[in-house]
């Protein structure tokens, strides 16, 4: 019987601390300006009746009606939400209460994220706004951008419309506008959030997509290629850019910050030390470096040392057909001509075609 007994009350034990810690994986955690008021909460009817004329208005907002359910938690619920329990702030009146306006940036979003965690919590914390201060600006917090007490006349609770709003801290785009290098902002143009998620870091520039994928959900390729985009450009483009020195700024305008690599392959423009390093990176991709250099140019170095691969003594019976079937052709003809194979292919009575 002792033994099950035991065995009994160690299930149950086990039972209740797995609920519990299940409970705690689902319940937020709280904030630390929240956790630190050592009171009780009392309700929001409570708020209202000193803050009555606030409380009219705050309560009439959808969101506020969300907020003040019944079924939500005391702690996610109406004013104690983002100020805290105020049961000492009920008695001792002035203070003992979360003041908002004496909170960090950092502090005022993670009151806000308690609750749209699974909207933006993760997204917000890799984004730049949410990362802290920047150079000389100081990051933005949510109440930088939405009115929770008061109505407004836009969507998602926005201060004022998108555009307005980003160019308080981003006023450099409308001059890179006029210069060609951001897409207009103004008239009839699409606005901020038309490309940019405000909440988002997963893509540099905290855009939604990648940018030759966002510019195609409103314009055909060749309505945006620039008039210089001829097939000859293709080919002497990287030229135009060494002799513009750090013209990348203007490519990347469309071709997103890795346009250059997303299309070579490689780091464009090399990087200090490619040189000895480049075997590394296009020993299985050799056509990517054909794009621009042309085999006299490889011959300037290799010409008088060939891949290590050519040094074994039995490559040239053996170790150069594995070779082959390990890379391609393109690999070899970055040296060789075809010509070159069939002169002994031939000889040996094995057609090429075999041999591969």
Not at 106 to 116: K, V
Not at 299 to 325: L, M, Q, R, T
């Amino acid at each position: 019987m002792g033994r099950i007994w035991f065995s009994r009350w160690t299930t149950m034990a086990l039972t209740a601390l797995f609920v519990a810690l299940w409970s705690l994986a689902q319940t937020p955690e709280r904030p630390d300006p929240l956790v630190k008021l050592k009171a009780h909460y009392v309700g929001s009817q409570v708020c209202f009746e000193c803050h009555l004329d606030v409380a009219k208005v705050w309560a009439s907002l959808p969101h506020s009606r969300w907020m003040l359910d019944e079924k939500l938690p005391a702690k996610l619920r109406g004013c104690e939400a983002c100020h805290g329990p105020g049961s000492v702030h009920v008695v001792r009146r002035r203070g003992n209460i979360v003041a908002w306006e004496s909170l960090s940036a950092a502090d005022q979003s993670i009151i806000c994220l308690q609750c749209h965690q699974g909207v933006t919590a993760d997204k917000w914390h890799a984004s730049p706004h949410g990362k802290g201060k920047t150079g000389k600006r100081q990051h933005p917090s949510c109440m930088t951008c939405h009115e929770v007490h008061l109505p407004v006349e836009g969507r998602w609770m926005l201060k004022a419309p998108t555009e307005k709003l980003c160019s308080q801290c981003h006023t450099e785009i409308g001059t890179k506008a006029k210069a060609g290098l951001h897409h207009p902002v103004s008239g009839r143009s699409p606005k901020c959030a038309a490309c940019h998620d405000a909440h988002d870091g997963a893509i540099a520039g905290m855009l939604k997509a990648l940018t030759m994928q966002l510019c195609q959900r409103c314009h055909e390729p060749d309505e945006v290629k620039p008039s210089d985009h001829t097939p000859e450009f293709v080919k002497r483009h990287g030229e135009k850019v060494r002799a513009q020195g750090s013209a990348t700024a203007t490519c990347a305008s469309c071709h997103g910050r890795n346009g250059c690599e997303d299309c070579h392959g490689l780091e464009m423009p090399h990087p200090k030390g490619f040189a000895t390093k480049h075997s590394e990176k296009t020993f299985n991709q050799p056509q990517t470096c054909a794009r621009c250099h042309n085999q006299a140019f490889c011959e300037k170095c290799h010409a008088d040392a060939p891949p290590i691969s050519h040094d074994e003594a039995n490559y040239a019976v053996k170790g150069h057909g594995v070779e082959f079937k390990e890379r391609s052709s393109d690999y070899c003809s970055l040296c060789h001509q075809r010509s070159y194979c069939d002169d002994c292919h031939r000889q040996k009575g094995v057609p090429l075609q075999a041999a591969r």
